[in-house]
């Protein structure tokens, strides 16, 4: 059974950090792809990173450069270090992976992120 933990979210002010976690168990870790989404109420989820087993990522063009996504295969986890945060990365955050061979998308149950003064 495939689940994903997310933690590390909470109330930031602009211009600040934070680092969120998301440990899988159930899946050989080292194979799979994963990716951080978002969503913001009355949005659509969107992708936020993305990071292959071999260490290549990928990001979304609104948080290049601030945020960056990685993973620990030895521990099974895959973070999200996000700087310079803004209003409007206010959102709850959604760790990802998919299945190999069923390509079935499974979810953590999200980490919220308030970006406020």
């Known amino acids: 059974q495939v689940q994903l933990v997310e933690s590390g979210g909470g109330l930031v002010q602009p211009g600040g950090s934070l680092r969120l976690a998301c440990t899988a168990t159930g899946i050989s870790f080292s194979f799979y792809d994963m990716a951080w989404y978002r969503q913001a109420p009355g949005k659509q989820r969107e992708l936020v990173a993305a990071?292959?087993?071999?260490?290549?990522?990928n990001y979304a063009d609104s948080v290049k450069g601030r945020f960056t996504i990685s993973r620990d295969n030895a521990k099974s986890t895959v973070y999200l270090q996000m700087n310079s945060l803004k209003p409007e990365d206010t959102a709850v955050y959604y760790c990802n992976t998919r299945g190999l061979l069923t390509k079935l998308d499974y979810w953590g149950q999200g980490t919220q992120v308030t970006v406020s003064s």
């Open positions: 990071i292959t087993p071999g260490g290549n990522t």
